[in-house]
Nanobody
Framework: QVQLVESGGGLVQAGGSLRLSCAASGRTFNRYAMNWFRQAPGKEREFVAAISWGGGATTYADSVKGRFTISRDNAKNTVYLQMNSLKPEDTAVYYC??????????????????WGQGTQVTVSS
């Protein structure tokens, strides 16, 4: 069993930055592919970024490529999402998700084994 707790969301002006954190419980964190998703009001949950077990491989949605960076610290059981050059269209609830058995995963939201409760990010214009 893994519990995920996100933090770091908030209100920021367009062009600003935020760093989200996702702290995981359990002793097998380094066996999980970790992802960030987001969901805006009235929209489906969408993939944002993914990172492999050891952190050596990452992938991003086209909408955030070059602006967001995913990273992980397995010693701290934590995955991060550094968000720069934020835009109003980045406004959403951001969720981290864990998937066991895959080195890196870009599967649909239904593929993931564990989810955090989400953290709100609001970008004002």
């Amino acid at each position: 069993q893994v519990q995920l707790v996100e933090s770091g969301g908030g209100l920021v002006q367009a062009g600003g930055s935020l760093r989200l954190s996702c702290a995981a419980s359990g002793r097998t964190f380094n066996r999980y592919a970790m992802n960030w998703f987001r969901q805006a009001p009235g929209k489906e949950r969408e993939f944002v970024a993914a990172i492999s077990w050891g952190g050596g491989a990452t992938t991003y949605a086209d909408s955030v490529k070059g602006r967001f960076t995913i990273s992980r610290d397995n010693a701290k059981n934590t995955v991060y999402l550094q968000m720069n050059s934020l835009k109003p269209e980045d406004t959403a609830v951001y969720y981290c998700a864990a998937r066991l058995g895959y080195s890196i995963s870009i599967g649909p939201a239904s593929s993931y084994d564990y989810w955090g409760q989400g953290t709100q990010v609001t970008v004002s214009s």
